[in-house]
């Protein structure tokens, strides 16, 4: 069981040294950097978005089918008739037969000779008195029939309706818009690539100012060894009383200084390597080692990517995208000039209300359709139409004068860079012959010292131009490979 543990606990151990000790290739902190750099995740957000607006676009020529219900509850109701024809109609009977029963007696005493001599008729007259009364009222109610069905109750008001659109004409509108936002989309991937390329540059020198200062921490490192050698030396010399206590001092000073380099070095250091895991998507405390930390020269063999400034304007981000924001514009001004043309659409459509009016006045659900085509031009506008196609002409001549503009600098930057490469492999020759002489310097120096025949100040000397010429022969060297990803991303190679 015991064995088991220790087992398990081995492997957990190399599992963590082998995390801890995380060796990258510069290839991988590229791939990483594309792959989980935060920034370049809001760029890829900007393509898709840009891809889903030309997808929406696209729909634009399509037919739309809209649904709209409605429903309302109103604080009072409208009235066809007015109070007074309410009134009238609801005692027609009795507005019709009060006059004649005022004037019954009248007509009974003008009518009594002829009742005397036709008794029937008199019975007959008492009995349409007395019935007359029922008859108003038999009127009555049929005049309150009539105003209940002219009632119309719209307190309660609801509808819906379904309108269907089809564009026929839109003054090239559609399909200029349907350009504009593939354009759009184009452009964001181009303003990706070169997103890309920006932070690729920034991998491969963050990559290598880590490579830098890895061995300038050796060569801090071995220069304090040296120079606490040479002090343990001097104080020999003064308890041998060979030496002056001013020459130890001036030692210890250098020996101070030599420390406080390391120190800064380290710092450095654990700074570029936070850069670098900041810029590869990792946890800013990762532990990672590079695979060229260990190499004693870093490899400078001379490679001028093939290419000119051709090369560079058909590779170059910037150039596609000032040449699509020209596409842009052109569609831009095709919009506009679409707004002062005819637009035609096809219309049809159904609807539902209620109350309805199609058989009287109810209070039901009733419908109708229709189908319809609309026409629409702009018939005078002050020359706003002219004055904004002017307008968007005019952006467009910006944006070609800029990408002119460009492309002459572009030109430039890549014989800047090529001339800048040219020095670096230079420098890095001459490095190398000062750092033989440097070398030779100091062992002449140590040994000279060491027979009293040379003072420790021209030793201090001979060691300060030592760490020099291997502190410049690092930058030299790590300046080539620099020079290079410039020249490549000058050349819009740099993410081939």
Not at 242 to 250: G, H, W
Request: hydrophobic letters at 45%; charged letters at 25%; glycine letters at 6%.
């Amino acid at each position: 069981m015991m064995k088991r543990i220790l087992f398990f606990i081995g492997v957990f151990v190399l599992l963590q040294a082998s995390h801890a000790q995380r060796v990258l290739t510069l290839q991988e902190c590229r791939d990483m950097a594309l792959r989980d750099n935060a920034s370049l995740a809001g760029a890829r957000a900007t393509v898709t978005q840009r891809a889903a607006e030309h997808e929406a676009a696209r729909t634009n020529a399509l037919p739309r089918l809209q649904l709209t219900a409605t429903y309302m509850r109103l604080g009072r109701e409208l009235s066809i008739l007015s109070n007074d024809q309410k009134d009238a109609l609801s005692n027609f009977g009795t507005n019709l037969i009060a006059p004649l029963q005022e004037r019954m007696p009248q007509l009974m005493e003008a009518a009594a000779p002829i009742l005397q001599q036709f008794p029937d008729l008199a019975a007959l007259l008492q009995g349409a008195q007395s019935g007359a009364q029922g008859f108003a009222e038999l009127l009555n109610e049929v005049g309150q029939g009539v105003v209940d069905a002219f009632r119309t109750d719209t307190r309660n008001v609801g509808g819906a309706a379904l309108l269907l659109t089809q564009p026929i004409y839109m003054g090239g509108k559609i399909s200029a818009y349907n350009r504009l936002t593939d354009y759009h989309a184009q452009l964001a991937a181009e303003q990706l690539r070169g997103a890309e390329d920006d932070v690729l540059l920034e991998v491969e020198t963050a990559y290598w100012q880590v490579v830098s200062l890895v061995a300038k921490k050796k060569l801090a490192e071995e220069y304090l060894s040296m120079l606490q050698h040479l002090e343990h030396d001097v104080e020999l010399m003064v308890e041998n009383e060979v030496a002056t206590r001013a020459q130890l001092l001036t030692v210890n000073v250098k020996v101070d200084e030599a420390e406080m380099t390391v120190l800064k070095v380290d710092n450095g250091l654990a700074l570029s390597r936070m850069l670098l895991c900041q810029l590869c998507g990792l946890p800013l405390d990762s532990e990672v080692r590079l695979a060229d930390e260990d190499l004693d020269d870093v490899a400078t063999t001379f490679h001028d990517p093939h290419g000119d400034a051709a090369t560079a304007i058909a590779n170059r981000p910037e150039i596609r995208q000032l040449t699509l924001a020209s596409y842009i514009y052109k569609e831009k001004e095709k919009i506009v000039a679409a707004d002062f043309r005819p637009q035609i659409a096809l219309v049809a459509g159904a609807a539902l209300t209620t109350p309805s009016l199609y058989n009287g006045f109810e209070k039901k659900l009733r419908g109708n359709w229709a189908i319809g085509v609309t026409f629409s031009m702009p018939i005078w506008d002050w020359h706003e139409g002219r004055y904004k196609r002017k307008a968007a002409r005019a952006e467009g001549l910006v944006n070609t004068m800029r990408l002119q503009d460009v492309e002459e600098k572009i030109t430039l930057q890549v014989q800047q860079c090529r001339y800048r490469l040219q020095e670096a492999h230079r420098r890095v020759a001459l490095s190398l012959h000062n750092l033989e002489r440097a070398d030779e310097n100091v062992r002449i120096s140590n040994l000279g010292h060491h027979e009293q025949v040379i003072s420790t100040s021209d030793v201090l000397m001979a060691h300060t131009a030592w760490i020099q010429a291997h502190s410049e022969k690092i930058d030299a060297q790590v300046e080539v490979r620099l020079a290079q990803t410039a020249l490549r991303k000058a050349l819009g190679l740099l993410n081939h």
